[in-house]
């Protein structure tokens, strides 16, 4: 199994990076990693050799420069081949208000790394992929968006913006993808312990370790799913918060607690 995954040097990219570690160990697996902080990068490296006895590839880089991803993907598919899995799992989120002229720096920052960050990390790998499939490899891409996509969330107006831009690009990419054999997955998380949850200072139901959403996630994209919402109990949630008419929803959602800013540069 060959598996490039991006934002892994913490997060549910890094629980990702472990669980096909885990799934896969003494296999032959090449696994990817691709973050901007490249002593995180090192740590997981010498972890997931030493523990699981594959290899693993590290990159840094900044998933909005594309020529960077291009480099890597150049680099991974000459020494490993075209990978089986690529993971778009690089995000960053932050408390944003559109009437703070300070905060449209940090809209853009969001959404260059959410979403063009997205079509950065799939681009350079898919005719090699297309290639591959052909061959009757697996190929699939994969999407991490999230169930703050499906509505606006006030007070994380470039976040859940972002993540409903990733859901619909994603829908896009899959009907793309079928006339060449990849299969596209879009994986939208719930609440999932990770630094970018740990700011948060209000109630998370259903909160998630990262390991166990890792495991479930690779379940996932094992089983090739489409859209699927992690946990489960979200999925129910994501289908209620589609149905609320927008009345309703402004009514409810309009005191709701507010996501704290960060740097997210």
């Not at 719930?190 to 740990?198: L, N, Q, S």
């Amino acid at each position: 199994m060959k598996v490039f995954i991006t934002g892994a040097s913490s997060g549910i990219g890094e629980a990702l990076a472990h669980a096909y570690a885990k799934r896969y160990q003494n296999e032959n697996a090449i696994i990817g990693v691709a973050a901007r902080r490249s002593e995180h990068l090192q740590a997981l490296r010498q972890t997931l050799e030493a523990h699981y006895n594959i290899k693993c590839a590290i990159y840094t880089l900044d998933v909005r420069d594309a020529a960077a991803l291009s480099a890597a993907a150049d680099d991974y598919i000459q020494q490993f081949g075209a990978p089986n899995i690529v993971i778009g799992s690089a995000g960053v989120s932050s408390g944003t208000l559109t009437e703070n002229a300070d905060d449209t720096h940090a809209f853009q920052a969001i959404m260059d790394i959410n979403v063009t960050g997205l079509v950065n990390t799939f681009q350079p790998f898919i005719n090699a992929m297309r290639l591959a499939a052909k061959n009757g490899h697996i190929a699939q891409l994969v999407g991490i968006a999230s169930v703050a996509g499906i509505r606006g969330l006030p007070g994380a107006g470039a976040y859940s913006a972002s993540k409903a831009a990733a859901i619909a690009y994603l829908e896009s990419l899959r009907v793309e993808m079928l006339h060449h054999n990849i299969a596209v997955t879009t994986i939208a998380p719930g609440y999932i312990r990770t630094p970018m949850t740990d700011i948060n200072t209000y109630s998370m139901p259903f909160l998630m370790d990262a390991d166990i959403a890792a495991a479930k996630f690779v379940n996932a994209i094992e089983n090739k799913r489409r859209f699927i919402v992690i946990p489960w109990q979200m999925g129910w949630v994501a289908r209620l918060m589609r149905l609320i008419p927008p009345v309703l929803w402004d009514f409810m959602a309009k005191n709701a607690p507010h996501k704290p800013k960060i740097n997210v540069e």
